[in-house]
């Protein structure tokens, strides 16, 4: 498994997320697909799919995302060097033609 390098506040997005999806979204998608059940016939209920579409996208980003944290590498901004180009450094571009500047985040 690849390592998932992020922030603090980037693994407790993740984590937050996760336990939302959890917590909150399976069991609304367990609950449409009871109610879709005691429609009746399960080869015509379009109810019934849709929701269990729905339930194999839900796991399968909650499948992603807790691969995600669990191999996630946090990193402590506080310790990075700035005198070199390296994870998480924030990094200023110039172009000297027209005097442009852009910056970016090495992620």
């Known amino acids: 498994m ?8 980037g693994y407790d997005k993740k984590m ?14 367990v ?23 729905r339930q194999g996208m839900l796991e399968a980003k909650i499948a992603e995302l807790k691969t995600l944290v669990a191999t ?5 901004q506080s310790k ?4 070199e180009v390296a994870l998480m450094n924030k990094v200023t571009i110039k172009n000297l033609k027209n005097g442009a500047s852009m910056t970016y985040t090495i992620v």
């Open 31 to 53: 609950r449409a697909i009871q109610e879709a059940r005691e429609k009746g016939d399960l080869s015509e209920n379009a109810e019934y799919d849709a929701a269990k579409e």
């Open 2 to 9: 690849a390592i998932s390098y992020m922030t603090q506040e």
């Open 16 to 29: 937050q997320e996760l336990k939302h999806l959890e917590s909150v979204e399976r069991p609304d998608v």
């Open 80 to 83: 990075l060097q700035t005198e």
């Open 72 to 76: 996630a590498r946090i990193i402590d």
